[in-house]
């Protein structure tokens, strides 16, 4: 079955970094759209990013832009979110996905048919 495995995650003070990983198993990754969600406590979950399968072409939501990247790594099954400049408003759990749906940008969670476990982010003031 198709597994998204996040990783990365943690306690960081406002203004640094944390890299995210996303290892997929179960399924064929060069064919899949892949993103990123986050929800915090009591919040709705909120797009963050999404990568196109072959990484040309890339999507974020407008506080993520200019801070967080998304990349992969097609030959390690892998998605990677770079998070920097963190504010503690960035603190949620981070949710990886995979979507066959390709050739658009996609960024309403329930297009999304795989989700990761998610991996929990702390940023401190």
């Known amino acids: 079955q198709v597994q998204l495995v996040e990783s990365g995650g943690g306690l960081v003070q406002a203004g640094g970094s944390l890299r995210l990983s996303c290892a997929a198993s179960?399924?064929?990754?060069?064919?899949?759209?892949m993103g990123w969600f986050r929800q915090a406590p009591g919040k709705e979950r909120e797009f963050v990013a999404t990568?196109?399968?072959?990484?040309?072409?890339?999507s974020y939501a407008g506080s993520m832009k200019g801070r967080f990247t998304i990349s992969r790594d097609n030959a390690k099954n892998t998605t990677y979110l770079q998070m920097n400049s963190l504010e503690p408003e960035d603190t949620a759990v981070y949710y990886c996905?995979?979507?066959?749906?390709?050739?658009?940008?996609?960024?309403?969670?329930?297009?999304?048919?795989?989700w990761g476990q998610g991996t929990q982010v702390t940023v401190s003031s």
């Open positions: 996905v995979a979507t066959s749906k390709t050739g658009v940008v996609v960024t309403h969670w329930s297009s999304y048919d795989y």
């Open positions: 179960g399924l064929t990754f060069s064919g899949y759209t």
């Open positions: 990568i196109s399968w072959s990484g040309g072409t890339k």
